[in-house]
């Protein structure tokens, strides 16, 4: 007697080969037998008739530690066939912290989160951390990467400086504990704070620890817009000296004047992977961007966090020179302001009440609306209103680009969103259709209209090819032994249906997604069942 039958679908098996027809028997979670199951019993049958049955999605870019404290149901990714995430990217996790750094991070994710949504940090290590979130419950698997940022602040705050040498040796320890507790990687947030005031040699000190344990060096690199080739190029160089394999995050040439630096980019990749360096990148599929609305200013600004960066923004002087940089832009660091423009920066959520009419608009209709006479006083206004915590969408991609990458096979695809809800507590602001409908809108649009990718290599970008990375032997694949994630969609219907104006939607098309053999989402509904693991890394 099984658990499941999948009964009737077109297996994609996520290898990249083409589809078969066979039924899947599942049983304790896994996958137990693939071929013709007519006659064979089962507690439930679902029918696949006419239906591609391929493995889980796993999200190889998400920031979904940071609504799962507050909703481990996980809406918003389960819906669009997520079944196992990876978390702690752009160097924030929410671990490890001590005690007295905790306002610091929680400061710094109040940037991304509504007031009443303040995470309790009922733990300071890394093995602590993953132990109240195993008890507390996930719907989808969950791996962790350590965050440098997180760990820079736990033992140098946000001092922009460089760390001495007992605090490297410090840091060390910390990426050490978190790796022997199961962490599999690093990641880098390189135009946040305090990443962004590390030089290349700190992050080449982590990088060693985490290629000890096989571990992957995730990195938001340096600039993705006028500095994207050096950027590329620190990676590459971390991956040389190390021996780390590097994941290059939401992949992407920001900014008019860079378009077409894809072609370059992925070149260098190719040629360092000739050389020996593992080297490969993620990527969602919109032209847009989004991050905390604060990353407008200047790097030094944010020194100290956010209550001094908030001082500064009071100060006539300091106000000046924020200005003239982000006019001018600063050696190494990339003016979003000067190299987008204000029409193309997109309110995409805020804390007050009164500025919620903003959220959707662009800056500039935004000034019009507030009769500035002067845009960066308006926007420091703003954000002082706002207390630094509003976020941004930021129109800075072109679409040649974005399919060059997706289509090339050193990519894989990501969501980079937390999970939201069109209900409760997660439902706020206009967050960028990505966290709705990313894998949805590469079968709809790069698969069935355009025909960019194949459905095979589509499904391998989202299945075996992250797997490999994180290095997961037993999911990713529709094979006998695998833990039975598994997603049943229709390739003639599925479609992203969130809109930057209308985000909060569900996609259409997929009608089960399978976690550790437990149907969570069954004929398009949630049924709201903590099925995932904590995935530690071996
Ligand atoms: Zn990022």
Known sequence: MLDIIVFGGRIVDGSGN????????????KIIEIGNLTGERADKIIDAKDQIVSPGFIDMHSHADITIPFNPYMDSAIMQGITTTVVGNCGISLAPINSEKIDMIREYLSQFLPN?????????????YL?????????????HLVGHGTVRIDVMGMDARDPTESEIVEMGKLVEEAMESGAFGISTGLIYPPGTYSKTDELIEMAKIVSKYGGIYSSHIRGEGRTLIEAVKEAIKIGERTRVPVQISHHKAAGKRYWGKTSETLFLMEEARENGVDVTCDVYPYTAGMTSLITLLPPWAHEGGLEKLLKRLKNDSDKERIREDMIKGVDGWESFVKDYGWENIFISSVKTEKNKCFEGKNLKEIFELMKASDEYTALFDLILEEEGCATMIVFQMNEDDVKRVISNHLSMISTDSWPVSQKGSLAFGKPHPRFYGTYPRIFGKYVREERTLTLEDAVRKMTSFPAQRLGLKDRGLIRE???????VFDIKRIYDKATYDDPHQYPEGISYVIVNGKVVVENGVHNRILAGKLLYKK
């Open 481 to 487: 032994e695998f833990w039975a994630d598994i997603v």
């Open 131 to 143: 132990k109240w979130e195993k008890k507390n419950g996930i719907t989808c698997n969950v791996a």
């Open 18 to 29: 083409p589809w078969y027809k066979a039924d899947i028997g599942i049983r304790e979670g």
């Open 116 to 128: 009443s949504l303040k995470i309790e940090f009922k733990w300071n290590k890394f093995s602590e």
